[in-house]
């Protein structure tokens, strides 16, 4: 009997992608300190620690965790990857949120996903019932609008992969740009913790509230 094309695509197409795209990001150098987290065992590379996701909205790896409890301190990774894990149902923001809360200020944050709307990726999500239970792709634009809401900057969107076809082929992730591409990368930066520096003596800023009574509406504001 002939493989449903959703166990194809997670058990043989899946993890080769993921690895070529890795390699992608790497672009011939060591991608340094970084935390991935995809749908599917990882080969560990370098500096890379590798989470899975498994059943009952846990990771696994080196460590076990909730999807939405990550053990790791605030901005503890310079680089977070995130490949194809925001379009597995029943994720969401709780992950991207942790993913953003370990990320170190000034780090990146990279997600790889499916383009919805690509014509291979519309065409296998219309006509395969089994796979739409198992993929719920998210456009790109609206990942940016939401990395945006919860505090990243400089959003970079790129396609990558194929034309038309229905799945992404290994080997084929170099070509980017143009319309109908199944794959694409967002990037982004965590804006700096700091932003204005510290002063060392305060300073004290008076506010008047118009229509109101000097007594009501001055306010003394320190500012460190």
Known sequence: ??????????DAILPRLIEDEWALLADGASPGRSLRIAPCALVSSGQA???HAVPDARLAGPLV???DALPFEDGAWPRVVLQHVIEKPGVGRALLAEAVRVLAPGGELVVFGLD???????VRWLSDSRWRREIAPVPPHRLAHVVGLIGLAR???????????????VGEL???????????VL??????ARLIPRRRTLE??????????PSAGRRALEVA
């Open 116 to 122: 919805p709307f690509a014509p291979g990726v519309l």
């Open 1 to 10: 009997m002939r493989e449903p094309e959703s166990s194809a695509w997670r």
């Open 155 to 169: 959003v970079t969107i790129e396609a990558r992969g194929p034309r038309w076809r229905p799945w992404p082929v």
């Open 174 to 184: 170099a070509p980017a740009g143009g319309w109908g591409r199944c794959l694409y």
């Open 187 to 192: 990037r982004a930066r965590k804006l700096e």
């Open 204 to 213: 004290r800023v008076e506010v008047r509230a118009p229509g109101l009574a």
């Open 65 to 67: 965790c909730a999807e």
């Open 49 to 51: 620690l590798g989470l």
